[in-house]
């Protein structure tokens, strides 16, 4: 949606695939890196460093010799993708290595309060200065703590690492001392905690949406809803914000260049203010490629602005590609640039759904929420269908569903955020200002989204299925899909309903 507003040749979704210099090189070159970074060290070839160098020995060569005679361009991406994949397991592999220290005594800001009983534990962002890579980290503290979310504080402990997913290593902080230096509401961000403050009775669950901190009390319906993903601030969230906030620039009257630079301040203004989250960081990244591809004035290929942005964020920290979250976000965005777009031309093409022969205002309001609906349906859709191998080999689980009821969820949404980031800035220039309206508002949209997420398990039985993880030769069958099948791939289509019968058993019995 953000592309829409930034630059025509990214929404359009009758695109082509002709790009950045007539060859969309850049999304096999990150895609290999990324699968190469992501890659668990249990598939990962040994003697890796002279595998490398034999890849590298003879792909190189025949990568150069073809690019000079202009031949087998399909042969050239599939070179550039493996030679950027061995270069992404090596990077992995050369950070495994480095040691990492052992005792650690810094000032973090608390994250996710995971549980408080005969102990402590909770996620938190460390000073960069003191750990090599800027992540939340566990820290488990053996008494309780009565911390909140955006707290700062002092902490000391033993830094020590325990098995994690796919035979990785997670970084866990044995803290022996915890010590709040600032609440949240003395902080920089203390005005829009004000503001969540003076919320109803879903006041966590408006912190959640809203700044991306704490643990909602109804986070286990949004689970069985399938609406999990609206509780973690990120790419959908600074999406719809910077849509509305594009839509009032344009509402006044703004010129096309002053509304680019005005969105790349709004994205890192709401990253800022939600706490510099990395899934918030991921999508501000994201704001600005789809910006700069948008200044560019080129008919950009429209997985261009998604490889500018994993590339950046892997040169920054390679292991982010091991990272759950990151893998969901990039999958998502995936999903909705390739088979989404292509799902939402097809639906304009079979139901356009325009105002003749009733043109009137009603009916043309009526029109604009059918097309919207559908649109976010396919486009959740693609999103769904990109993330379930991921959800089901991470997680043991998929929620075929999750497109309807985000639909049906989506005016709520749409209203918390509407009236909730104005609130919170609001809040901030004028703290005692007439904003009960808006705060009315917000509590109206977070009581419509909890109804939702516990009705919806009774209204749409099986949101939450429960799977065994697919097996790698389903993953790669999967990503199929998203494959443009021209020409002789198109020999291939009759897979897809093999396909689609194995994925039935593998939901059904698996």
Not at 1 to 14: Q, R
Not at 342 to 366: E, N, Q
Request: aromatic share 8%.
């Amino acid at each position: 949606m953000v592309a829409g507003l930034l630059t025509p040749d990214l929404a359009n979704p009758e695109q082509g695939a002709g790009g950045i210099g007539q060859s969309p090189w850049l999304p096999w070159l990150v895609g290999g890196l990324a699968v190469g970074c992501g890659l668990p060290p249990s598939l990962q070839p040994p003697l890796l460093p002279l595998f490398t160098g034999l890849v590298w020995l003879s792909a190189a060569p025949l990568l150069i010799l073809a690019a000079r005679r202009h031949c087998c361009p399909g042969g050239q991406r599939l070179l550039l993708c493996l030679l950027a994949m061995v270069s992404g397991m090596m990077a992995v592999g050369g950070e495994r290595a480095l040691p990492s220290p052992s005792f650690i005594e810094a000032e973090a800001t608390v994250g996710r309060v995971l549980y408080v009983g005969h102990g402590t534990g909770f996620m938190a962002h460390i000073d960069h200065q003191h750990l090599a890579h800027q992540r939340p980290l566990f820290v488990r503290a053996n008494q309780p703590l009565n911390l909140r979310s955006a707290d700062r504080i002092f902490v000391r402990g033993r830094l020590s690492h325990e098995p994690g997913l796919h035979g990785g290593l997670r970084p866990v902080l044995i803290a022996v001392k915890v010590e709040r230096i600032l609440a949240r509401e003395d902080g920089a961000r203390g005005f829009a905690w004000q503001a969540i403050e003076s919320l109803g009775p879903h006041r966590d669950l408006g912190a959640a949406l809203l700044l991306g901190e704490g643990r909602p009390q109804a986070r286990d319906a949004f689970h069985q809803a399938g609406l999990l993903h609206l509780l973690a601030v990120s790419g959908l969230h600074l999406g719809l914000a910077l849509v509305m906030f594009a839509y009032l620039m344009r509402l006044i009257g703004l010129g096309w260049g002053t509304r680019q630079i005005l969105l790349i301040l709004a994205a890192l203004g709401y990253a800022w203010l939600v706490g510099l989250s990395l899934p918030t960081q991921r999508a501000a990244i994201m704001t600005v490629a789809v910006v700069i591809y948008g200044l560019s004035w080129r008919n950009a290929h429209r997985l261009g602005p998604l490889s500018l942005a994993v590339l950046v964020l892997l040169l920054l920290d390679p292991n982010q590609a091991r990272e759950v979250g990151f893998q969901l976000s990039a999958l998502a965005v995936f999903g909705i640039l390739t088979i989404g777009l292509d799902m939402v031309a097809w639906r304009r093409r079979v139901l356009p759904l325009r105002p003749w022969p009733l043109d009137r205002p009603s009916w043309r309001g009526l029109l604009y929420l059918g097309n919207g609906a559908l649109d976010g349906l396919a486009v959740g859709l693609a999103a769904t269908l990109a993330i379930s191998p991921i959800t089901a080999g991470n997680f043991g689980e998929v929620t075929p569903l999750s497109p309807v009821i985000s639909v049906i969820a989506g005016p709520f949404l749409m209203l918390t955020l509407a009236a909730g980031l104005p609130l919170l800035f609001l809040q901030g220039l004028i703290p005692q200002g007439p904003w009960g309206g808006l705060v009315i508002l917000v509590d109206l949209g977070l009581a419509g989204l909890v109804r939702v997420a516990e009705a919806a398990p009774d209204w749409l039985h099986g949101s939450l299925v429960r799977v065994s993880p697919p097996p790698l030769a389903t993953w790669l069958l999967w990503y199929g899909m998203f494959m443009p099948l021209r020409g002789r791939w198109s020999l291939f289509l009759p897979l897809f309903p093999t396909l689609a019968v194995g994925i039935w058993l593998w939901a059904a019995f698996g």
